[in-house]
């Protein structure tokens, strides 16, 4: 399909406008030099409303979606220093919803319990927040999934009382959602052409996996060749590649495709996470540091800094290629960095 065509078929499901689109799509020269490659960046950190990150281009069709269904309140999930969390509440803001958050306290950081970073943002939003602890044994992405029933209970008081109620997954995660990659990668691949570039590679950090699904559907509706990488945050749980394809091939459906992606075609490198989510390894604060001083860009220590980690380590391992073309997504997450030092990773760095 051409790309005006592409851009048709998403727009013609509704959508509000929340973010600024297109993101920047920026050369980065010194590690282009660097490197051997042509590197790129496609900065979803400046995606706005306010401090930007991936989940906003997810939230357009989905707030989209609740408004449509004329609910008030909308519901959703995530780690303490959640960015979907943060987004979610700042994008209800902007179509006049109250956002009401149930935020699962991880504790791999002391300083968990303070209001600061996305949290502090939250209370700024005036968001409802609700702190849960996680039971016992489970992944931070189990944990979150899990404080969905409490979640439920709450959203069936307030519809009692007369209110409606629209429940964001996780992440942003399910085909709704995904459709805002898939614009995402439509309008990557339209950018990169204008200026004679065509990518061969996209990497991104990957926790729900709506990213990447969505990346799938925009992928295969073009028909581009790029290959999509996905960085895991965190243990991979059983049969995630299966629910990544299955979205990826339910967000076509949406579109009146009816294209299978298939599990073999979803990658996902689970080797770069180090000990756990949120939780900052060498390699990863070394190159958050390393892009920072470079390139002047900030990325965040819990998704993005560990993805930048797989990709230099792809790069100088060989697995891509020199002069390839290599665009890294930069998914957001920037508050995270003002919350805590341990999450940060970079204090016995500076
Ligand atoms: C949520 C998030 C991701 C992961 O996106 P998924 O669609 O959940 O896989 C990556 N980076 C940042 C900064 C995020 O907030």
């Known amino acids: 399909m051409r790309i005006e065509e592409a851009k048709d078929l998403l727009n013609s499901i509704p959508r509000v406008s929340i973010g600024f689109f297109p993101t920047p799509l920026q050369r980065l020269d010194s590690l282009s030099e660097e490197y051997g490659v042509e590197f790129f960046m496609k900065r979803d950190d400046l995606s706005g409303p306010e401090f930007g990150g991936n989940k906003i281009r997810k939230l357009e069709y989905l707030l989209a979606d609740a408004v449509r269904e004329g609910c008030d309140h909308v519901f959703t999930f995530g780690a303490h220093q959640s960015n979907h969390a943060r987004e979610t509440a700042a994008a209800c803001r902007k179509c006049g919803l109250q956002p009401v958050l149930y935020l699962t306290k991880l504790g791999n950081a002391s300083g968990s319990?303070?209001?600061?970073?996305?949290?502090?943002?939250?209370?700024?939003?005036?968001?409802?927040?609700?702190?849960?602890?996680?039971?016992?044994?489970?992944?931070?992405?189990?944990?979150?999934?899990?404080?969905?029933?409490?979640?439920?209970?709450?959203?069936?008081?307030?519809?009692?009382?007369?209110?409606?109620?629209?429940?964001?997954?996780?992440?942003?995660?399910?085909?709704?959602?995904?459709?805002?990659?898939?614009?995402?990668?439509?309008?990557?691949?339209?950018?990169?052409?204008?200026?004679?570039?065509?990518?061969?590679?996209?990497?991104?950090?990957?926790?729900?996996?709506?990213?990447?699904?969505?990346?799938?559907?925009?992928?295969?509706?073009?028909?581009?060749?790029?290959?999509?990488?996905?960085?895991?945050?965190?243990?991979?749980?059983?049969?995630?590649?299966?629910?990544i394809a299955e979205t990826a091939t339910n967000t076509l459906a949406l579109l009146d495709i009816c294209d299978r992606i298939d599990p073999r075609e979803v990658f996902i490198d689970s080797s770069y996470y180090g000990e756990g989510y949120e939780i900052p390894s060498r390699e990863s604060t070394s190159a958050l540091l390393e892009v920072a001083r470079r390139e002047g860009i900030i990325l965040d220590p819990v998704y993005t800094a560990k993805a930048m980690a797989g990709t230099l380590d792809y790069i100088r391992t060989g697995k891509i290629a020199s002069g390839k073309t290599v665009v890294f997504w930069h998914t957001g997450g920037t508050p995270a960095t003002f919350a805590e030092p341990e999450i940060a990773g970079v204090c016995d760095a500076i």
């Open 113 to 243: 319990e303070e209001i600061l970073g996305n949290l502090l943002l939250d209370h700024v939003l005036g968001a409802d927040v609700h702190c849960v602890s996680p039971a016992p044994g489970l992944s931070a992405y189990e944990a979150v999934v899990h404080s969905q029933a409490a979640a439920s209970e709450h959203a069936a008081r307030l519809e009692r009382s007369g209110h409606r109620c629209y429940m964001v997954p996780v992440g942003g995660f399910n085909p709704t959602g995904c459709l805002g990659f898939a614009a995402g990668l439509v309008e990557l691949i339209a950018q990169a052409r204008d200026i004679g570039a065509e990518p061969d590679y996209i990497m991104l950090a990957t926790g729900s996996g709506g990213t990447l699904a969505g990346m799938l559907a925009g992928k295969r509706l073009l028909g581009a060749h790029a290959d999509v990488l996905g960085f895991s945050v965190d243990a991979e749980p059983d049969g995630k590649k299966q629910t």
